[in-house]
Nanobody, 124 residues
C-alpha cells in the first residue's frame, strides 16, 4: 500500500502562483511513477501531469504546458506541482496519484493509489 497526502491548496488570485506537495509513505516511493489529476465541479477527473520514477521524464496536459511543472524528491518521498500564471479554469480539487508504470498514469489516465485531494481556487 502507498499512502498519499496532498497539501498546499488554497485561494489565490488569477495570475498568481502556488506549489502543491504530496507526501508519500508505505512502499518505496522511487519505485512508482507519479502524477497529478484534477476535478472541477461538475466535471470528470482529468490528467494534469505525470513523472517517471526517476524524474527523468515528465508529461503534461496541453492546457497546463508552460504554466505547471511537476517534480519529485525521492529522498524526501515527496511529489510537487509548481503552478504559475493561474487562471480561474484551474480551480479544482487536485489529486496526487501513484502507479507502478508511467503508462498507467499518462496513457490510461489512471492510478493504483490516490490521495484525498487538496482544493485550489483561483479568483478572477
Amino acid at each position: 500500500q502507498v499512502q498519499l497526502v496532498e497539501s498546499g491548496g488554497r485561494l489565490v488570485q488569477a495570475g498568481g502562483s502556488l506549489r502543491l506537495s504530496c507526501a508519500a509513505s508505505g512502499r518505496t516511493f522511487s519505485n512508482y511513477a507519479m502524477g497529478w489529476f484534477r476535478q472541477a465541479p461538475g466535471k470528470e477527473r482529468e490528467f494534469v501531469a505525470g513523472i517517471s520514477w526517476s524524474g527523468g521524464s515528465t508529461y503534461y496536459a496541453d492546457s497546463v504546458k508552460g504554466r505547471l511543472t511537476i517534480s519529485r524528491d525521492n529522498a524526501k518521498n515527496t511529489l510537487y506541482l509548481q503552478m504559475n500564471s493561474l487562471n480561474p479554469e484551474d480551480t479544482a480539487v487536485y489529486y496526487c496519484a501513484a502507479a507502478r508504470s508511467t503508462y498507467t498514469i499518462v496513457v490510461r489516465k489512471g492510478s493504483d493509489y490516490w490521495g484525498q485531494g487538496t482544493q485550489v481556487t483561483v479568483s478572477s
